[in-house]
């Protein structure tokens, strides 16, 4: 195993790893991770496995060698994240306010709307992206540690490090995200701490945040948010209605998808995009009349996050493989839907009653430029 301290001494690539090693040596602070769901399927070629295949347990193994306290998969916030997102839109529906709904996963497509399109902010989701509502999950559930507590997010993307910045989500001025690096900066601290990762036995994330859904897992390709949220919304909980979401349009890498689902008996009209140009196209045609949508997810990256800019560079092929990758560990996941996540029941019963504005939503609205 290796010391909890850079071995090498060569940390100086990024400020975040150099002051993560620094966090890491300190007895007296506890540095909890959470790795995004596209970092598991972005990593592996770089570090001797084929493009696209989960590495998420050699992750996980790899990051309690370098020294991490507690490892935890941003999958479960996801799981969070359909849920409030799934019911904000119910309510929408119902009133017909701010439809129609964008999602809010995207820190990229946030602020692009905010600089280009603040009459849309009202429409964008007021729900924390999966990073933030499990950061601050986590940091309401270690509030009186003895330890100081950190929490680092290990993200496919570079915007989550300005995400993680903005004012709204901090609380007293200490952010819920302390560190964002990304999944090129992982493999350079694997390297620093001279693991051979492709040796690593694969290992299993901690509890009791440590149960995920599939819906939670593939949040990193484009249209997997909203398929989650079908599923949440859809009154058939069969497994042939669970197939059948998959061929409503959702899945593909097309950089602007269609579909149409019913819900409640009312047709819901539903726009999946990825790549900030197709958004603009997609915004310009909702505002000239030529398309009505009540559901829109943005990714800011063309593919989704398997395709981001914090990942190792891949074509569209290798873009194919990362988010078959995830399909694959949402077909092998016991727990298909965010809503049969036990953790979710357990926490909305306990830790976050009363809390759920205050730990899972934010106000774009007040939001400054950073
Ligand atoms: Fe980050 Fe790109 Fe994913 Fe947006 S789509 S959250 S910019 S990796």
Redesign the pocket.
């Known amino acids: 195993q290796c010391s909890v301290v850079c071995p090498t001494g060569a940390i100086v690539v990024r400020n975040d790893t150099a002051k993560l090693w620094k966090e890491l040596s300190d007895k007296n602070t506890k540095v909890i991770v959470q790795i995004a769901p596209?970092v598991r399927v972005g990593i592996g070629k770089e570090l001797g496995f084929s493009e696209g295949q989960n590495v998420m347990g050699r992750i996980v193994a790899a990051l309690r060698r370098i020294g991490f306290d507690e490892v935890f998969d941003t999958s479960t916030g996801a799981d969070f994240t359909v849920l409030e997102e799934a019911e904000e839109f119910s309510k929408r529906l119902l009133t017909g306010d701010n439809l129609p709904l964008f999602t809010s996963?995207?820190?990229?497509?946030v602020r692009y709307a905010e600089l280009n399109y603040p009459q849309l902010i009202k429409n964008i989701s007021t729900c924390r992206?999966p990073m933030q509502m499990l950061a601050s999950i986590l940091k309401e559930h270690h509030r009186n540690d003895e330890k100081r507590v950190v929490v680092v997010a290990v993200?496919?993307?570079?915007?989550?490090k300005q995400e993680a910045a903005r004012d709204e989500f901090k609380e007293d001025g200490v952010p819920y995200v302390d560190y964002v690096i990304t999944t090129q900066e992982l493999i350079h601290l694997i390297k620093e701490a001279n693991l051979i990762f492709s040796e690593i036995e694969p290992e299993a994330v901690d509890m009791p945040f440590g149960t995920t859904s599939g819906s939670g897992v593939i949040f990193?390709v484009t249209g997997g948010v909203t398929e989650a949220v079908i599923r949440r919304l859809s009154d058939d909980k069969s497994s042939f209605a669970l197939r059948a979401i998959a061929f409503t349009g959702v899945r593909g890498m097309q950089g602007v998808k269609e579909a149409r689902i019913d819900c409640n008996g009312r047709e819901v009209k539903i726009a999946i995009v990825?790549g900030l140009k197709n958004a603009d196209d997609l915004i310009r045609s909702i505002q000239q009349g030529e398309k009505q949508y009540d559901f829109v997810e943005v990714?800011?990256?063309p593919g989704?996050?398997i395709?981001?800019?914090?990942?190792p560079v891949t074509n569209r092929d290798g873009k194919y493989n990362r988010g078959a990758g995830l399909y694959n560990a949402d077909r092998m996941s016991n727990i298909k839907r965010s809503e049969e996540n036990p953790i979710i029941k357990e926490l909305y019963d306990g830790m976050l009653k009363g809390k759920v504005h205050k730990l899972l939503h934010v106000n774009y609205r007040k939001s400054e430029m950073y």
């Not at 395709?307 to 990942?311: I, P, R, S, T």
């Open positions: 596209a996963c995207c820190p990229a497509w992206s993200m496919p993307c570079t915007a989550k990193g990825s990714m800011s990256c989704g996050c395709g981001g800019a914090g990942q």
